[in-house]
Structures are given as C-alpha cells and as structure tokens.
C-alpha cells in the first residue's frame, strides 16, 4: 500500500484542504480529503446535483449532471464540456451513503 498527502489552496473551500491518496490493492484507490468546512456542507457538496457543476471538472468546461441517484447501488453520470464543444463523460456507483460522513 502507498499513500502520498498533498496540501492544495482551494478556491470554493476558501482555506487549505489536505488530501490524502492510497491503494490498498491493485484495483482500488482511496482518497481522502480533509476541508476547513462544515461536514454538511461538504456532504451536500459531493450529492446535491445543483452544487456539483460550480466545482466538478476544468474551470473553462461546463459540467452537466446527467444523472445522479444518491443511494446505495444509485448511480451517477456528469458530462464535462470543454470550450470548444468536446464532451468527457464520468460515470460511477454509489455503494455506501452515511449521512453526513460518507460517500462510497
């Protein structure tokens, strides 16, 4: 297993925000990042699709959730656009939701 910590001025946070990277296994990577913020509000960052385009993706892309279901086995899908019209798809899973400590 590695693990590496990075510090990183953040805009939207407005404070410094550690992260730190892992992979416990050839198939996994954990990322923890740690914010001077509430824990509602950072919760409600990462699953509210209304607040995901003002941080999600390059900030001269536009980002569209196309969709997002915020439950165990929920997905999610947002779209990045890039200013000249190209399109970056990211899909996922969510597997674990614990309100307001954990997204999986």
């Known amino acids: 297993m590695s ?11 407005g404070e410094a925000s550690r992260l730190f990277v892992s992979t416990p296994s050839d198939r996994e990577i954990r990322m923890e990042r ?3 913020a509430p824990r509602e509000l950072v919760f ?3 699953t509210d699709p209304e ?5 999600w993706g390059m900030r001269d892309s536009t980002t ?12 999610w899908r947002y779209v990045q656009i890039a200013p000249d019209g190209t399109r970056h798809a990211f899909r996922g899973e969510f597997r674990e939701i614990v309100p307001p400590q954990r997204i999986v």
């Open 51 to 55: 607040l995901i385009p003002r941080w």
């Open 64 to 75: 569209v959730v196309d969709s997002m279901d915020v439950r165990p086995g929920g997905a």
């Open 44 to 46: 409600r960052a990462f």
């Open 3 to 13: 693990e590496t910590s990075m510090n990183r001025e953040s805009d939207a946070v």
């Open 34 to 36: 740690v914010f001077d």
